[in-house]
């Protein structure tokens, strides 16, 4: 998954290396030049300077194909704008938004926010886990032969852990093509349990609507 | 008719020449001083004003004792996250907001917001909602 995080602080560091552990890909914006070298020196990933209500900033850290936002600053009013215009340039993506005050929440509750968590829901795992169980990724289309390739993953909270393939409600177009596990190695053999951070990789036919 | 306005830019007194012959009662909150804008209306009693430290936490209350708001700050984030204050109390207040960022102006405009930016301030007729 690709996520960009606005707000380069503690808690955005720390969300970001818990993320890249589980093989996301990050991009950091914000204004602080010192902070954005710290980041790259220390875990060595991309920041872009900006307000991250700026569409130029946004289109330059990714916008377009990032799957997640996060609006993590430490004002209300600049993660209220960015997930607005994040949401705007890219009706996909699922935003994510920390809210300072509380008394502030309700306004976070329009289309366009998906999450508005507090603060002791940033820093502890749920975001993480959140993201984690959200992986479902479109990676292959055949309009030839109607069919496409996703990925799905197995989060750490994720109800699939323990169950095999068999367990799992998969529709009749689709089909299993192999198991990735965390470590890299491929699996066959779809007996077998699935583990947090695996990974399936499932072929489905797809069926067209009438009007399509 | 009470009219409010959030912030002091280099639009605010543009909006109040233009909406000062249909009100007496126009308030103008800032969190900053700005001397030159303080000299120039101290003398008018239509306008008072008003100093607020923490601006973000008196919209709603500015709000329900306005007819019209006009959220004229230099700031898009605080403007556009006031608008959003405003109407998600009283859905049918009578609103402007400025925008200084072309991008995000247009992307209020398209959503049908009450939106004016330095690019049209010419265009835009204030007189049908600060008319009693």
Do not use: W
């Not at chain 1, 990933?45 to 990714?62: D, P």
């Not at chain 2, 009100?23 to 003398?43: A, G, L, M, R, T």
């Amino acid at each position: 998954m690709y996520i960009i995080i606005s707000g380069m602080n503690n808690i955005t560091i720390n969300l970001a290396k818990k993320f890249i552990s589980d093989g996301n890909e990050i991009t950091f914006i914000g204004l602080d030049k010192n902070k954005a070298e710290e980041i790259e020196k220390d875990i060595g990933f991309v920041t872009v300077l900006g307000n991250s209500y700026n569409k130029s900033t946004l289109i330059e850290a990714g916008i377009e194909r990032a799957n997640f936002f996060v609006a993590s600053n430490m004002e209300d009013e600049i993660n209220f704008l960015s997930i607005k215009l994040a949401k705007h340039l890219n009706n996909e993506i699922i935003s994510i938004c920390l809210v300072n005050k509380i008394s502030n929440k309700k306004n976070f509750s329009g289309e366009d926010f998906d999450f508005a968590l507090e603060y002791d829901e940033i820093i502890s795992d749920t975001l993480n886990s959140f993201i984690a169980n959200k992986f479902d990724q479109l990676i292959y289309t055949n309009t030839d032969n109607h069919t496409e390739i996703r990925v799905i993953s197995v989060g750490n909270d994720s109800n699939l852990i323990g169950k095999t393939l068999n367990d799992i409600d998969l529709s009749k177009e689709s089909e299993v093509i192999a198991i990735i596990s965390s470590s890299g190695s491929i699996s066959h053999n779809l007996s077998n349990t699935l583990n947090p951070l695996d990974k399936i990789i499932i072929q489905s036919t797809i069926i067209y609507k009438n009007n399509e | 008719m009470n009219i409010s306005i959030l912030g002091i830019s280099y639009i605010t007194e543009y909006v109040i020449e233009k909406i000062i012959n249909y009100s007496d009662n126009i308030k103008v909150f800032s969190e900053k001083n700005d001397y030159n804008f303080e000299n120039k209306y101290k003398s008018n009693k239509s306008i008072n004003i008003l100093k607020q430290n923490t601006l973000e936490d008196q919209v709603e209350k500015i709000s329900k004792s306005s007819d019209v708001i006009f959220l004229l700050s230099e700031s898009d984030p605080f403007n556009s996250f006031s608008y959003e204050k405003i109407i998600n109390n009283e859905p049918n207040k009578k609103i402007i907001m400025y925008l200084n960022d072309k991008d995000i102006y247009e992307m209020y405009k398209e959503k049908n917001y009450s939106v004016i930016t330095y690019l049209d301030l010419e265009n835009y007729d204030f007189s049908y909602l600060v008319k009693e």
